[in-house]
């Protein structure tokens, strides 16, 4: 069984900062990849950041150069600093897990609410 377990989201005003923390545990051996996925009020879940075990990040054009993500494999946690934040921002942040070698199994957190006040 594998946990994902976030926190760090809040309210901000525009132009304010926050970090999202997130830690998996349980019982595994390789989490490939980890990232965060953002879903406003009525759209669709999508892409944030992701970065790799090896530490290759990939970002939504929407959040480069604003976002950063990071990843301790020592305590197998990813971080999302969020920067300059917008009011279009404002969504529930999911944590992702890609855990395995072969056939990755892939895990959600409960997700965190950002909300960014103009």
């Known amino acids: 069984q594998v946990q994902l377990v976030e926190s760090g989201g809040g309210l901000v005003q525009a132009g304010g900062s926050l970090r999202l923390s997130c830690a998996a545990s349980?019982?595994?051996?390789?989490?490939?990849?980890m990232g965060w996925y953002r879903q406003a009020p009525g759209k669709q879940r999508e892409l944030a950041a992701t970065?790799?075990?090896?530490?290759?990040?990939n970002y939504a054009d929407s959040v480069k150069g604003r976002f950063t993500i990071s990843r301790d494999n020592a305590k197998n946690t990813v971080y999302l600093q969020m920067n300059s934040l917008k009011p279009e921002d404002t969504g529930v942040f999911y944590c992702?897990?890609?855990?395995?070698?072969?056939?990755?199994?892939?895990?959600w957190g409960q997700g965190t609410q950002v909300t960014v006040s103009s």
């Open positions: 992702n897990a890609e855990i395995g070698y072969i056939i990755p199994t892939v895990y």
């Open positions: 349980g019982s595994f051996t390789n989490i490939r990849s």
């Open positions: 970065v790799t075990s090896n530490g290759r990040t």
